[in-house]
Nanobody, 113 residues
Framework: VQLQASGGGLVQAGGSLRLSCAAS????????MGWFRQAPGKQRELVAL???????NYADSAKARFTISRDNAKNTVSLQMYSLKPEDTAVYYC????????WGQGTQVTVSS
């Protein structure tokens, strides 16, 4: 399984960004897709997850501001981020799980104050 993330960039505080991730390879087995992030000097942390049966899970920091969506037919997962804050600045990693864990290459999100 390969995960290709896109959509990061520089945005002012209060702005919005949409991240997308496309899966290829043995994708039929991916039960969970989602996003983690890692800020400088910090551990990688969960942002949001979406299962292949429609359930979602969000970190407290993402609730009410971020929306994860998954298209099983297109094998993609997206993260729409609103009301971005400087503390959202991080490298965002696409994640997949099927019993094994898969990571995308990461995409930088920078929120300026």
């Amino acid at each position: 399984v390969q995960l290709q993330a896109s959509g990061g960039g520089l945005v002012q505080a209060g702005g919005s960004l949409r991240l997308s991730c496309a899966a290829s390879g043995s994708i039929s087995s991916i039960k969970v897709m989602g996003w983690f992030r890692q800020a400088p000097g910090k551990q990688r942390e969960l942002v949001a997850l979406a299962s292949n049966v429609g359930s979602t899970n969000y970190a407290d920091s993402a609730k009410a501001r971020f929306t994860i969506s998954r298209d099983n037919a297109k094998n993609t997962v997206s993260l729409q981020m609103y009301s971005l804050k400087p503390e959202d600045t991080a490298v965002y990693y696409c994640y997949g799980w099927s019993g094994s864990t898969y990571w995308g290459q990461g995409t930088q999100v920078t929120v300026s104050s």
